[in-house]
Each structure stands twice: as C-alpha cells, then as structure tokens.
C-alpha cells in the first residue's frame, strides 16, 4: 500500500498538521458537541472567523497581492495578512509566489497545484511532499518591497497560532466564566475546536478546491484553452472564487463574478471599502472586451460542431445540408457581432448596456443551438 510512497520527499510538518486537525475535525468536534451540547456563542463566534479568514484570503493574498487587482490602505492589508495568517496557508508572500506560477504555467509540469496530475495532486498532494530544489520566490519582488507583507512573512507561524487558534480559545473561556453556561475549560476547549480547528480545515479544504474541483467541474464560457471552470456552487463556500474560468482569462480583474447576479462577497467588500476610501484603483476588464471572449469560445465551439456534422455518417443529406446552413449563419452573425466589437473597443467607444444585454442574449441562445442534439438542430 505504501511501497509507492516516496517517504524521503514528505513535508512531515505540513502532512501531520493537515491530516491531524483533519482528524480532530471529524472526531473530537462531534465528540465535544455530543458531550456538551450545541452553544449559540461558540457558533457566532465561528461565523465571525469563517468568513473574516475566508475573505482575508481571497480579497488578500489573492486579488490584493497576487493580482494587484486593486490597492489597498494599511488597515486593511493590516486585516487580511492577520486573518489571512489564520488560514495557515502560509504567508502571503509566499501564497502570492505560487499562485503567480499557476497562472504562467497553468496545465503544465510547472505549475505548482496542476491539475493534469490528478485531483490528489492538486487538492493537497502537491503541499505534503517537498519540490527539489526548493523553488525560490523569484517572481515576487514587488511584495517584497511591502514592509507589512514582509513582516507578515517573517511571523506568519507565531500569528497563525495567537489569530487562530488562541484568540478563538481565550474567547471561549472568558465567555464561560462570564456566564457560567460552561466550565471554564469546557469553554475553552470549545472555543479552540469549532472556531478554531474546525474552521481552519473548512477554509482550507474551500481554498483546495479551487486548485482542483475548479479545474474539473464547471462550465467554461470564456476559454477552453485551460482547465478552470466556472462554479457557481463553489463560490458560495470560497466567498466568489467559484467563477474560475473568468478568472484565468481577466486575472487582474477584482472581480471574479463579473455578472451583477453572480455571487462574489470578495467584490462587494472591495468595493465597498473603496467607498470609505480603504482601497482604491480597483481594476475592471471592459464589458466589450469580456464579450469577445465569450464570442471566441462560442465560435470555437462552433467550428467543432461543424467539424463533427462534416464527419458524422449518420445524418441524411437534406439534413446535413441544413444543419450546416444554420450554423453558417450563426457564424456569419457571431462574425458581425465581434467586428462591431472589436471596432467599438479599439475605438474606446461604450456600447450601452442594451447593446450588449442583446448580444449576450444572441451568444447564449446560439450557444444552445450549436451544442443541441443533432435530431433538434434544424427543428
């Protein structure tokens, strides 16, 4: 069963970290509430850490500093190196490191989470086991210049501790003593368990999916040149990471879910602070822009469906004929769209919001028509 395992390349620290709090989630969690019962306080006090640790990595480590996609004011950078060192993601220099490698090498050898290995790989396999040599953090010079980043990066173990797991601790005992709800230690346990341990797998296991169910499962509307997709359930547990595919195409976006209806409390919080004057400079890819790639990937999935009629041997002629004419015309419109597009945005002229509410209407419905069975394709 082990013979395979190359021992000699084990992370042990990392591997015996994850696997134990795993383990005291599953175990000791329950056990503490079968013994004590359910306590509202302890479960505020989990919702208040969730997401606070969940934000500070996906508003933080990832839009802020891996991306540039916005700036941000000391307080707050101040917040998420905090929290985001709660996570025990390690620091936000070097998340910042690795995360910058998977999008220049998405989908190959060198990228540090890729998916082609497998989900194991790219869930959590690729932080148990030690790279030779050691990568260096050669791609992140700008961080380095940011003297809070650095001191972050300095303490990051001695702050993961005292942020999660600490604090979550103290706060249960004083809430025990305080009340008398709970015996002291029971308080503390409690606080220690449910906001403290239980929470730290729970993000971290939603961080781990996006390196590796977002590459797996999902829709891809923007490009099928990469492996990430778009999510809509895991954006509800990643705090709008779910929307990966877009992601990948608009890296500097601030957003990840680009639609107004898409679920994304990463951007609401940007925005919202640059509202108070906490971030600023807040990076957006033109909706033209985000529309042409929308018309590339259909006219890709278009070429294919034409490509595969050309070669089916089960359609009748009158029918092949028709179906081929159908898609010639999708295509022809799909080319007047973008040409219209590519003007308007070479041109820096804004389409209206109607403009391109229609075009976008059109995209979905040829996108149905060409991926239809070939039985309704004329219907």
Not at 76 to 105: D, P, T
Not at 351 to 376: C, D, W, Y
């Amino acid at each position: 069963m082990f013979k395979n395992i190359p021992f000699n390349r084990v992370e042990w620290v990392t591997s015996g970290f994850l696997i134990f709090t795993g383990l005291l989630t599953l175990t000791a969690v329950p056990a503490y509430l079968w013994h004590y019962g359910w306590d509202w306080f302890l479960f505020g006090v989990f919702l208040f850490f969730y997401p606070a640790t969940g934000i500070s990595i996906t508003m933080g480590y990832h839009r802020l500093f891996s991306h540039k996609a916005y700036r941000a004011k000391w307080p707050v950078k101040l917040f998420v190196l905090l929290f985001g060192a709660a996570a025990f993601e390690n620091s936000a220099l070097w998340w910042s490191s690795e995360h910058r490698k998977h999008h220049k090498h998405v989908d190959t050898d060198e990228d540090p989470y890729d998916i082609t290995k497998g989900f194991f790989w790219a869930h959590i396999g690729w932080l148990m086991f030690k790279l030779k040599p050691v990568p260096p953090l050669d791609n992140v010079q700008d961080l380095k210049k940011d003297k809070l980043v650095m001191w972050q990066h300095r303490w990051v173990h001695p702050i993961s501790f005292f942020v999660s797991f600490f604090i979550p601790t103290l706060i249960g005992y004083c809430y025990a003593l305080y009340t008398g709800n709970l015996t002291p230690m029971a308080g503390a346990l409690g606080g220690f368990l449910i906001p403290g341990v239980a929470r730290v797998v729970m993000v971290q296991h939603a961080t781990f999916c996006i390196n590796s169910l977002c590459h797996m499962i999902g829709s891809r509307p923007y490009s099928t040149s990469h492996t990430a997709r778009d999510s809509w359930i895991a954006a509800i547990f990643t705090m709008g990471e779910g929307y990966h595919n877009y992601h990948h195409e608009f890296e500097w976006d601030y957003r990840n879910g680009v639609k107004a209806w898409q679920l994304d409390p990463s951007k609401w919080a940007i925005w919202t602070l640059s509202k108070f004057g906490l971030t600023s400079g807040l990076r957006r890819v033109p909706k033209e822009r985000i529309l042409l790639a929308e018309m590339g990937e259909t006219r890709r999935q278009l070429a294919d469906r034409i490509n595969h009629i050309q070669e089916s041997e089960n359609v009748g002629e009158a029918l092949w004929e028709q179906m081929l004419e159908n898609l010639e015309a999708i295509s022809e419109r799909l080319t007047e769209m973008s040409n219209e597009l590519q003007t308007a945005t070479q041109a820096k002229i804004d389409l209206s919001k109607a403009k391109i509410r229609t075009f976008r209407a059109e995209v979905r419905t040829m996108l149905a028509e060409i991926n239809a069975p070939i039985g309704l394709a004329v219907a």
